[in-house]
């Protein structure tokens, strides 16, 4: 500790040796080539995933993918073949006015049919299927670099009313037998994947648990995507601990390496908003992925507590504050603390520990030794052994 997983699907420019480097630091890094993606001429895809592997060999790397929406945008010739399959076979999801529609209006996106009630094409495939092997000729049969198939939005129910059965009447979403037919059809994208990949791992963005019967024991890892900084974010809406308890119950429903990405959304320079969510995140055994909210999924922003070395966690993820609402979790190298709570408390601490000496806030960081130590409500603290420093 701490892991690092990196979400960079925004801007792609994956050849510049900077950004690069940048991507070298994190553990996991997710990233959002597209098909033909070539910005300088002779410059493929797999070279700049040579080049980014070359400067972190350890550096596992990671390819967006997306099940139940494609966007349909004029000239873009990257999706171009998703765009006329979907219309060749008929699977754009629609109402009961026979119109194509929409979740992701910004992305212009378009919704799928993915499920059993799409008729299959002339190979007997739906969309899951096919869709499984265009991407696997784009960015996974060839490379072997690429170790994880990231899918995106798998939600526990869909976002649209649609005519999803084809009768001619719009489907509640909600609806059993709709959400059964919605996760069915993840659970056939999942399979075909592995089908053609075995070894690789599967990791979706998830809004849910998936205690679902249909999504538990599919996936070997869950991004829980804006966790903590976002009105949408569940911090946000139901409080620290229920955001805890989906951090913590995701991993019971997970299969091969139970990779959990603790994803939060913020201003970099907001150290005790950093703190808070990356403390938060080591009570857990997740990858903290610190998106800075200006820049979306486009930059590798950096802290000084990153480079303070961990070690292994010696205590398991607690159960319970260790004391008068504080949380802690001990490591190899160091403890951490969390005060999760809205008021300051203040908690006596064993002979030992010290603050790491840090250059963003170091009036926080400030390599002193510390017996008695008041956290701000919402705010976190890494301290190390003082043999460490």
């Known amino acids: 500790f701490p892991r690092l997983l990196g ?18 630091r994190l553990h996991i890094a997710i990233l959002g080539f597209y098909k033909g993606w070539e ?18 060999p350890d550096l596992i790397l990671g390819q967006y993918t997306v099940l139940n929406e494609a966007r349909d945008v004029p000239n873009d010739t990257a999706m171009a073949d998703v765009v006329a399959k979907l219309g060749w076979s008929g699977w754009w999801l629609r109402n009961a006015d026979g119109k194509r529609v929409q979740w992701t209006k910004q992305y212009s996106a378009w919704e799928i049919n993915f499920t059993h009630w799409a008729k299959p094409d002339a190979n007997g495939d739906r969309y899951p299927q ?11 049969r060839d490379t072997p670099e690429m170790r994880i198939w990231y899918t995106d939005n798998v939600m526990y129910r869909p976002r649209v009313r649609a005519d999803w059965d084809g009768d001619g009447i719009d489907d509640d ?3 059993p037998r709709i959400l059964t037919a919605w996760r069915q059809g993840y659970r056939d994208w999942w399979a075909s994947i592995r089908a053609l990949h075995p070894d690789i791992w599967i990791i979706g963005n998830v809004d849910n648990d998936l205690s679902e019967p249909e999504f538990s024991g599919q996936l070997d890892g869950a991004f829980l995507e804006g966790l903590m900084g976002k009105s949408w974010s569940l911090e946000t809406r139901q409080g620290w601990t229920a955001m805890m308890q989906r951090y ?63 070690g292994r966690a010696i205590t398991p993820p ?15 190298r160091g403890v951490v603390l969390v005060n999760p709570g809205p008021w300051p408390r203040t908690v006596d601490l ?17 390599g002193q030794p510390i017996a008695r130590l008041t956290l701000q409500g ?6 190390v052994r003082e043999h460490q420093q």
């Open 7 to 24: 979400m960079n699907i925004g801007e792609k420019h994956y050849h510049d040796p900077a950004y690069q480097q940048q991507l070298a």
């Open 39 to 56: 910005p300088v001429k002779g410059y493929s895809y797999r070279t700049a995933l040579r080049d980014i592997q070359a400067r972190n």
């Open 130 to 140: 096919w869709s499984t092997r265009r991407n696997s000729a784009a960015y996974f």
């Open 173 to 175: 979403p909600n609806d």
């Open 248 to 310: 913590w119950d995701v991993y019971k429903h997970l299969r091969g390496p139970r990779i959990v990405g603790f994803n939060v959304w913020g201003d970099p320079t907001d150290y005790r908003f950093f703190r808070y969510a990356f403390a938060s995140c080591l009570m857990g055994d997740g990858y903290f992925s610190f998106t800075d909210e200006k820049r979306g999924y486009s930059s590798v922003p950096w802290f000084d507590e990153y480079d303070v070395e961990l």
């Open 318 to 332: 607690p159960s319970q504050p260790w004391r008068d609402g504080v949380w802690r979790r001990d490591f190899e």
């Open 350 to 366: 064993e002979p030992g520990l010290r603050h790491f000496a840090g250059r963003q806030a170091p009036h926080h960081n400030t």
């Open 378 to 383: 919402k705010d976190g603290v890494v301290l």
